[in-house]
């Protein structure tokens, strides 16, 4: 299987922004619908976006609603999220994958620190 790699995570304060990428080399994302995940320790991974294949329908956790914005680029073979109004209690590891089924490697995910 091929394996996706995140980027852009860091540190920021209390309503800053970053924006992820998700990429993968070898196999497109096109054919199917891409989720952003996100796990801190101790718990389960969760959902937090999804997209459909071709950009037009989208769907949040309802914690996410509002501040978090999910987009593709098949063309790059990339997906986006961009992260507005952080909170601390978006502090995790966030990961891309296709989304319901998974057709891809976990990659090792970007980490986000929010500080308040």
């Known amino acids: 299987q091929v394996q996706v790699v995140e980027s852009g995570g860091g540190l920021v304060q209390a309503g800053g922004s970053l924006r992820l990428s998700c990429a993968a080399s070898?196999?497109?994302?096109?054919?199917?619908?891409m989720g952003w995940f996100r796990q801190t320790p101790g718990k389960e991974r969760e959902f937090v976006a999804r997209?459909?294949?071709?950009?037009?329908?989208?769907d949040y956790a309802d914690s996410v609603k509002g501040r978090f914005t999910i987009s593709r680029d098949n063309a790059k073979n990339t997906v986006y999220l961009q992260m507005n109004s952080l909170k601390p209690e978006d502090t995790a590891v966030y990961y891309c994958?296709?989304?319901?089924?998974?057709?891809?490697?976990w990659g090792q995910g970007t980490q986000v620190s929010v500080s308040s």
């Open positions: 994958n296709s989304h319901p089924i998974v057709h891809f490697t």
């Open positions: 997209i459909g294949w071709s950009g037009a329908n989208t």
């Open positions: 070898g196999r497109f994302f096109s054919p199917y619908d």
